[in-house]
């Protein structure tokens, strides 16, 4: 229990909380553009969390064992940057302030990850921060148990508003949250009764203290302009086993005298006369961007407050069994182990020694296999498609709460939570997240993977069922779009494997891609191993490569693949250099990578000159990329059908035969 | 209330519901895949659903006043299919349940809608239904409202599984509809407590009753196996004024001796063995696809119990007031109303002689104001973003329950559950749903939008501020990947107008086109009016078309664009003709219309031979198609940054000077 007074509080609670009502309503005003409303309706709120609850260290921000505090409600970015620069943390100056939401500076509108200290998350889009604390949440429970609760012992705080909560990502957190009972969670709610259009009225009625309640949650209500009571509330929640809701009932804008309580604060600058009547309001005769010297003083000695708990931490740290000491510093340092893929490589030539026949969502579970054992900061999960996305292997317990010990996480028909708290995960520190679902189901979790991208973190997801390949569930289960609405994506590696020692290969490289989410499209149906022993190492490396180079003659005819559709391609090769034309096959299983490689060795891999089909079980968009003017694109051109899988391919003509004939139609 | 007991009840309940239960058995072990247990565990609710209660014809069964029935588990596909046909709905014949999952038959693996009698909406991706069923039922009062309770007076039943309560639309959905008091709205929750990686208890603690009650809904739990608790709970479902879940307690793959009540009766045939000991343990001494003939004589009679209602239903219609009939007709026709563009022609020919400087979003507004009074049909909202995205018009009222005679939305927060809505109130069949948010959001609302493509139901989709054009909130709000991920999506028309006129047109485009959803990605900033009078009438019909020819000579350079750049194409090309190199631009507010014309007019329009730069600010993803491998993109390579949209563009290289060196250096 955290809850105290602060210890240099020689300034008053309110002069501090105007200290950020002011900040952001000059910033705002100076920008001429953001969003005031919030930070001004929360500032006292955060003033009592900062200075009296939150364990952190403003000369260290990423200190492992900080409290973290994700603003859910990333619009009220002011409220973040003004913590930052009242409680000192590096880099964060009155200029910086001033400088909001120019191009360049570390105060974007929204906030944004490593930009600026204390930004824990990029938030914005509504609903992401509360369920991202929940993988947080969820990794400090995980690295308790495998380091220590001396180590690791720490709280989560959301500051969420009512377009959070609307969200439906909020309730797969919530729920997911409850059922994980990860009880060091506590999400405060902004419930000023406002949103955009006007009073929340419009648009909703939900009793959220009772749907929070329904999954777990305790929960209260308070006036969040009562510092005793946000304390005596966080204090309260702090107490429980099970997550918190405290509803913080707040006036938006609290301060601008004719418009708080409306939306008219939400996202506008105030005004020149309103923020001169909040000051004459509020008797605050500072001008923009000065604060009292106690205020200030006050704030700094608030961020200072952490820094014995740093330091007893460190003891710990260096105290600790080195074993464990040594296995959480190498797993927060997000490197791969020595050795780590030795297995793998075993594993690989094994399977070209072997050519299995297996799908490469089996090929996966199966490359799993050996890089569990040896990458221990992996954690699996699936939104409960575990047996057909082929994430679980042998060794992997669950995690079980009150037993966090586990390895595998049983994320339920929650594909966006489960993808936001992947993030959380990652964020946290200490793990590489992977989880599974359908191909066709990123699109309900594109809003997350998008900010991993743009966060550039490491989160792995095996989406199986990549194609029309998964046969009789039909339309609404088969990707066709999927793979160019990823590829479009800044940021992500989007693989396709051909085989199982593409798809082993395609794991080694989604666990190297430190800066940014990897994602695995797997087939259903099963593969033949195409790779023969003579390519060169690693091929895959290089996004695209020829993985058949034509035979008796200069190649006329260059087939691009990926995935299922190599086999195909392999066959249509053989049938042309039976007719005597003389075709290479490319694999492509990551564009993204190809796209990095220098033009000579496109060129070497593409064959410009030569004829060129490509084959992919999925809409055309972007392949002409490859494919040239000239050449000819053999896929779907529409939604998919339901049926056997290789009637469907008969159907939508996505065959050996199709490409043989596109390719001998150009030459 | 409807609750009644059949009036040819000569076959037992327990008969009647064991025929659902043994067509879905045999057909999935037919087809060799399929979901049995779904449609086992519920052959009692629905049974008592469809021979008690559902008001509906089969003879007829797309009578306008039905009650609606969603299976939001629309992997129990042969619980709906077995249904359409032991009630007697036209064309379902046994033959079509015996080909299940096959290509080409009716009988798909999820429902899709059009295939099948009975099928309301395409369903599979979880939560969709129940979201769905959402925007039917507020169809259902909306229609109410405005041509009479007699003609207008039914309920919408949802048939959900945990997977659909577990998805986070289901939580935007069930909030939307309890604020929107849709008391005619039953949801019946197949609470079999098995998921696929097992129990639910894997996955979730939540309590489903007192979270719908939290949203207002009336909620009861019974035996899901005791016809008379169903019956008693949806006739007290029926008299309450809110909607109501009743949570029906079942055991999955009922019937089925040593696999029921176990996630192994979910997604798999039962097998040959398990079948036969099911027929022995039930007493079936009815071989696969055979029917005791008093039990499906009793399903018949049930079939044509609604043949009284809908004749006295017509006979009501044909006696309305002609002016309410005229209305009622026109709007279930779809089309649009004689005389709709006559003040669009005319705003259009304002539009190209004032030349207003105006984003396209506010022009999209100028737009509605001349189309919302001409098409009545025509229902608005936003997922709170009125007044960003400029989607409400003078005398749009907003639909205020118990009042549902407005015709705009309030859809709060809720972009997932809105389209969703979207797509309910379209399947209803008297409304043209239009809504807004920001383009980046398009990614929580992708699932739906695919449905209506999937689907082929006009939907309108509203999003603004489409690109780094919006500026200071930064790369979390910047559409960036957007443009290319919807561009991919089959049967979508992706519009993204350049000035005032296109978007008229584009609205224009959008209303005619019936046959599934259109999008119009609108700018936050001013843009000029770049058409002149010349030009001929409504080129945007064209998908692309030359807004400025080339002058001075033979066309040199070819510029392509959309949106907010094309007024970066003109200025280019006024340097490069000020330079003496004819430049031609062309506007390209959809590629999939431009798609759709012939060689020579595409020929003619992208001026193969000639220098091709292509701008635009989002992804060059599928640009390829139209630049070919000479072309040059202008455009964003990564995501965007927060600052003023004029730093922006010179800070991401869009800039006219960019264009013009890219066409002189191929030049």
Known sequence: MTHQTSPAATASHADMANCIRFLAADAVQAAKSGHPGMPMGMADVATVLFTRVLKFDAANPTWPDRDRFVLSAGHGSMLLYALSYLTGMPGMEIEDLKNFRQLGSKTAGHPEYGHAP????????????????????????????????????????????????????????????????????????????????????????????????????????????????????????????????????????????????????????????????????????????????????????????????RADWEGRLAAADPAVRDAMTAALSGDLPEGWDTGLKAHIAALIADKPKIASRVASQKALEVLVPAVPTLVGGSADLTGSNNTKVAGQEPVTPPDYAGSYIYYGVREHGMAAAMNGLALHGEFIPYGGTFLVFADYCRPSIRLAALMGIRVVHVMTHDSIGLGEDGPTHQPVEHLASLRAMPNVLMFRPADAVETAECWALALQNKGGPSILALSRQGLPTLRSPDTEAMPSAKGAYVLAEAGGGARKVTLLATGSEVTIAMDARAALQAEGIPTAVVSMPCWELFAKQDQSYRDRVLGPGTVRVAVEAAGGLGWERWLGEAGTFIGMEGFGASGPAPDLYLHFGITAEAVTAAAKAKL
């Open 118 to 309: 204390g930004i824990e998350v990029t938030t914005g889009p509504l609903g992401q921060g509360i369920a991202t604390s929940v993988g947080m949440a969820l990794g400090e429970r995980m690295a308790a148990a495998r380091f220590g609760a001396d180590l690791t012992d720490h709280y989560t705080y959301v500051i969420a508003g009512d377009g959070c909560l609307m969200e439906g990502i909020s309730q797969e957190a919530i729920s997911l949250a409850g059922h994980l009972k990860l009880g060091k969670l506590i999400v405060l709610w902004d419930d000023n009764s406002i949103s955009i259009d006007g009073p929340t009225s419009l648009s909703t009625s939900d009793d959220h203290l009772a749907r929070f309640a329904a999954s777990g949650w305790d929960t209260t209500r308070i006036d969040g302009h009562d510092p005793e009571a946000i304390a005596a509330a966080i204090a309260a929640a702090q107490a429980t086993d099970t997550p918190s809701l405290i509803a913080c009932k707040t006036v938006i804008g609290k301060g601008a005298p004719t418009k708080q309580g409306t939306s008219a604060t939400h996202g506008a600058p105030l005004g020149d006369d309103e923020i001169a009547a909040a000051r004459s309001g509020l008797g605050w005769t500072h001008g923009p961007f000065e604060l009292p010297a106690d205020a200030l003083k006050a704030w700094r000695a608030a961020g200072a407050r952490g820094a014995k708990a």
